[in-house]
């Protein structure tokens, strides 16, 4: 009795520490965002030409690195954390998910810190602030990808089958808690103090939450000690997926003058050499991931990813969907901040505020969700979020510049719901379909899905932008959007002419996105529809395990 009642304490307390990893997660992810323009600011000032005058070949210059090393600081983390959720999460599956996720919490931690450093604890003299906050974001993704390769697992491993639904919902209704907190303390911290703050908030919650794990969280499924790491694969399959990321950064920047720019200009020489860069990357991918498939299948003794997941259909009907949901939604929020901040003029903290009906529809169908899914599975909830959201996009493809803030708050209300609807039921359905001992590597399988998705959500939204407006006004404009402007020259006929550009790629881009969330229904549709005959192998196995530790 005494056992069971530990349990089942136990696994509140691995609810509530997860929570808090995913909580500050989803904070750094909207801060930062929404923060850019502050950011791209800072890093323009401490770049030499920065402080010339704006009409200068020296700033122009300046402005085109800046604006590079704010775009690496948003994709590198990506591109760091997806191409180590495999490795961590098959690591975490032979030597233990505690000791990976615990040293995981450190390493954010750390990250945070020394990025609110960024241009202090190294010189601006030796490295520029820019180089130095690309760096510590890095750093930052390392420790991510720690985490989030071990959250849901150990929650899968603490729950029943009969509440992993409930517990994996939580979860994620505290991700979108915390972007909507990230939202408003991005604003108000940017607005009255540094932007090196929204790095900073994580220091204290990081720290707390590091001691708390290393005191109370211990292994429950028995790590694989018989078997070795798939180094080999591990590199050819990290390796591949860099390549693929690194291609998309490439042609990102490479791609930012294409539409207007002639041989002479500056943002040209400075940008268009990415397209040969990403040409190469994209060369390279395919040919890493032929060498890890073969590896795999031939050569590994114990290969590094489970392609024996994917003959579950809930597995892979679940991977998939959110896959093709996350390119769908990848960009949403990046390209309202241009919206809110460039073509309404507001500043950070009233974006962060126009922001927030996404969120909240997601906040307060997340739970309901999860519960649902527990008595009913989760076909009809994740495919009627899918519906839901693919409205939303449409809707948003043809959204007018003119259109008020209730109607976009409407639109971004919907976008929530049908998200909320998604992801708990989606997510436990995914979980609950492996065995304790495969669960590690299939949840790092699914996010790093989900991180290269919303890669490509972001190089989507990057080059349709950089091929059809000029890059130039752009930066210039992002880079002063950074207080409310009047509503005298927000409704001028010649602001406005300013973001024409801008809004026929807003309007292209999330008419692409609707396009892969249509399609997502297809596998979401198609996934068993009772999910308990999907988890009886995940359950047979987990009950063997306990009455072999008992």
Known sequence: MEKQKRKMDYKWVVLSNTTIAILMASIDTSIVI?????????????????????????????????????????????????????????????????????????????????????????????????????????????????????????????????????????????????????????????????????????????????????????????PSRNETLDLPGAFLFSGSIAALLLGSTFYTLGGMTAGSASRGNLLYSTFHPYLFMSYVAFAIFPLLMALFVVNEVKFAKHPLMKFSLFRSRMFTAGVTSSSLLAIGRGGIMFLLVFYFEGVKGLSAFNAGLQLIPMSLGFLLVGPISGILSDRIGSRGLTTAGVVLSAIALLILSVLPQSASPLEVSAVLALTGIGGGLFGSPNISSIMSSMKANERGVGAATNSTMLNVSTMIALTIAFVFIGTTVNVSNFITLFIGTTKNLPSSVVSSAAYQALWHPFMHSFHQIFAIFSVAVIIALIPSALRPRNRKQAENKSVLYSARSETNDA
């Open 34 to 222: 929404i923060s850019l323009p502050y950011i791209l600011r800072s890093v323009l000032r401490h770049i030499p030409g920065g402080t010339a005058s704006p009409t200068s070949v020296a700033y122009a210059v300046a402005s085109a690195d800046s604006f590079v090393y704010v775009i690496w600081s948003l994709m590198g983390y990506m591109l760091i954390t997806a191409t180590l959720l495999i490795f961590f999460g098959r690591l975490a599956d032979l030597k233990g998910r505690v000791k990976i996720y615990n040293a995981g919490f450190a390493v954010f931690t750390a990250g945070s810190l020394l990025a609110g450093f960024s241009g202090i604890v190294i010189p601006n003299s030796l490295m520029t602030e820019g180089i130095q906050l690309v760096m510590f974001r890095l750093l930052q993704a390392i420790g991510a990808a720690m985490l989030w390769s071990n959250s849901a697992a150990l929650l899968t491993d603490a729950f029943p089958a009969n509440q992993r639904g409930l517990a994996l919902g939580t979860n994620m209704v505290s991700g979108v808690g915390g972007s909507i907190l990230g939202l408003v303390l991005g604003g108000v911290i940017t607005s009255v103090a540094s932007w090196r703050y929204i790095f900073f908030i994580n220091v204290p919650i990081g720290i707390f939450a590091t001691l708390w794990a290393y005191m109370r969280l211990h292994e429950i499924s028995k």
